[in-house]
């Protein structure tokens, strides 16, 4: 137990739905992190929000939409995926963001395959 | 670019010692981390290095050369739940972190 819990852990779902990945931490931090997680590859960062504010946006397609209600809280709305959208998403979360040495929390990840 | 290289994957035998390698080209440098991931699991935190030489904290140590780019994770008295990927990452001076794409290691019997 992380103190990161996503929600759902599995989703399967056709290119033309909608679903949105929830992202919970309890541990107090001000940073939270959107990953990508695919078959040997690098992690790849999505979102970083700092205090609720989006500070980064890797170069992610519309179709993926953030949201962060609160520092407790991170959604990822999903719409309109493609099948190599189909990885492991990971949420994070971190004391601050731009603080060296600060170790990330993960969230045990959403397996999602589009279909 | 950016790049963070570890091996693909390794193969140990249970009880014995083995080293990851992490070698790095990064835009500034604020400290190395290594995470252990089961398979299906979250990522956890292993240790972070920011000054060269040898962390040492139970069964596993972490070495850092900052003009070599090149940090180990090294791993004693290997136990069969040692199984895992094992991912070394960097935080560059903008504070972000480059992911490599992890060692898978294998324990035997």
């Known amino acids: 137990e992380t103190g990161v819990t996503q929600t759902p852990r599995h989703l399967v779902m056709g290119m033309t739905n909608k679903k949105s990945l929830k992202c919970e931490q309890h541990?107090?931090?001000?940073?939270m992190y959107w990953y990508k997680q695919s078959a040997k590859k690098p992690l790849e960062l999505m979102f970083v929000y700092n205090f609720k504010e989006q500070t980064e946006n890797n170069s992610v397609p519309s179709r993926f939409s953030p949201e962060c209600p609160n520092s407790s809280h991170l959604f990822l709305h999903l719409h309109t995926l493609q099948p190599e959208d189909s990885a492991l998403y990971l949420c994070a979360s971190s004391q601050d963001r731009g603080t060296g040495g600060t170790e990330a929390f993960f969230g045990q990840g959403t397996r999602l395959t589009v279909v | 670019g950016q790049n963070i290289d570890q091996p693909t994957e390794m193969t140990a035998t249970e009880g014995a010692i083995v080293q990851i390698n992490c070698t790095y080209q990064?835009?500034?440098?604020?400290?190395l981390f290594w995470y252990q991931q089961h398979a299906g699991e979250a990522p956890t935190f292993l240790s972070y290095?920011?000054l060269d030489g040898l962390e040492e904290k139970g069964r596993f140590s972490s070495f850092l050369s900052r003009s070599k780019g090149y940090s180990y994770l090294l791993l004693k008295e290997l136990q069969m739940k040692d199984s895992a990927s094992y991912l070394c990452a960097v935080m560059d001076s903008n504070y972000q972190l480059i992911w490599g794409a992890g060692t898978k290691l294998i324990i035997k019997p």
């Open positions: 290095n920011v």
């Open positions: 990064t835009s500034g440098f604020n400290g």
């Open positions: 541990l107090g931090h001000n940073a």
